[in-house]
């Protein structure tokens, strides 16, 4: 039932800024857990930022300093700002959400969204 519909992706060049969004629809509980995933072409998905319905963020290492993710939990949408892009960072870009309250027999209910392309040439 619950939809992420991701915007923002497009082409930049190296240095540019680009901020992706990711607004979650068809759900009037709390999202615990908004996060960035991407995957570039020949490589696995990987995690790029989290962020909890307290704010508290997680980045990996490769954006550290450069990406800055955040929410408002009132439109339930999570951003991510990208800054300093560099070509290492084309990818699809995912939205993803984790919800840890009880519902269907489960405590785990894990969405993801569409799929966003940013890509950045040198």
């Known amino acids: 039932q619950v939809q992420l519909v991701e915007f923002g992706g497009g082409l930049v060049q190296a240095g540019g800024s680009l901020r992706l969004s990711c607004a979650a629809s068809g759900t009037t509980f709390s999202l615990n857990v908004m996060g960035w995933y991407r995957q570039a072409p020949g490589k696995e998905r990987e995690l790029v930022a989290t962020?909890?319905?307290?704010?508290?963020?997680n980045y990996t290492d490769s954006v550290k300093g450069r990406f800055t993710i955040s929410r408002d939990n009132a439109k339930r949408t999570v951003y991510l700002q990208m800054n300093s892009l560099n070509p290492e960072d084309t990818a699809v870009y995912y939205c993803n959400a984790v919800f840890l309250g009880y519902y269907s027999g489960s405590y785990y209910h894990e969405y993801w969204g569409q799929g966003t392309q940013v890509t950045v040439s040198s």
């Open positions: 962020i909890t319905s307290g704010g508290n963020t």
